[in-house]
């Protein structure tokens, strides 16, 4: 057992050892302090892309239900999205396209894991989706959004906000290939889980160009074998 003086050293050592530190800091001016705090939000937002690969690992299947809202156009556009992703790696897409003018169908797309169809609701069956119409698909799986965040080479963890008892994370990214319509985004994670919440992107002149909100999410539910079938 430790002897009691041994353990008044120890009490005596530690704030001398915590007001050096503060007096190289101190020493450095006000670079030193601005290092310092760049360190500590720099560390946090390695911390969270660490717990973003993990949860990745362990994610097998999901339904997400978000809207996207494009504001840099003429006539704002949104698109109300519906996903299903089975744990064989199966997806199908439910969105609905709104503009001022009004809402058009809904589109139904399904990946069988090699090919994409989309629902023809004249015809009333599926066909393929060629290269140059599945380019043009505006929606993203969930495991992009995460990946945008967790394979970022710049993260920075922006602010933790408290709403109705929960935490929030405000990220900001710059993604690993950037456009010139996408050279950074803001996003905001429930801080427990990092599911995102909201997701805004700004292109190279600093102009919001897309909105992305989530209103539902859930990870590992079991899903009926009929929702991907062709």
Do not use: C
Not at 55 to 64: G, H, I, K, V
Not at 106 to 132: C, K, M, R, T, W
Not at 146 to 155: G, H, M
């Amino acid at each position: 057992m430790p002897s009691l003086r041994g353990g008044r050293f120890y009490a005596f050592r530690l704030p001398l050892l915590l007001i050096a530190a503060l007096l190289f800091l101190f020493g450095l001016g006000l670079g030193g302090w601005h290092y310092y705090s760049t360190r500590v939000a720099l560390t946090s937002a390695e911390r969270i892309q660490q717990r973003l690969y993990e949860n990745l690992q362990d994610l097998d299947s999901y339904y997400a239900r978000f809207k996207t809202t494009l504001p840099g156009e003429a006539e704002e556009t949104s698109y109300l999205v519906e996903l299903w992703k089975s744990g064989r790696g199966l997806y199908r897409m439910e969105m609905t396209r709104t503009t001022g003018e009004g809402q058009a169908e809904v589109q139904v797309i399904v990946f069988d894991g090699s090919e994409a169809y989309i629902y023809n609701h004249e015809q009333g069956q599926f066909y393929p989706v060629d290269e140059l119409e599945s380019s043009r698909l505006p929606y993203l799986v969930l495991e992009d959004y995460w990946l945008t965040i967790a394979q970022s080479p710049q993260v920075n963890l922006v602010a933790e906000k408290n709403s109705r008892g929960r935490t929030y994370y405000l990220l900001e990214v710059i993604p690993d290939k950037p456009r010139r319509d996408r050279v950074r985004e803001l996003a905001w994670l429930e801080a427990k889980s990092l599911l995102p919440v909201r997701i805004e992107v700004y292109d190279l002149n600093d102009s919001l160009t897309q909105v992305t909100t989530f209103e539902m999410l859930q990870l590992n539910p079991v899903l009926e074998a009929t929702l991907f079938q062709v």
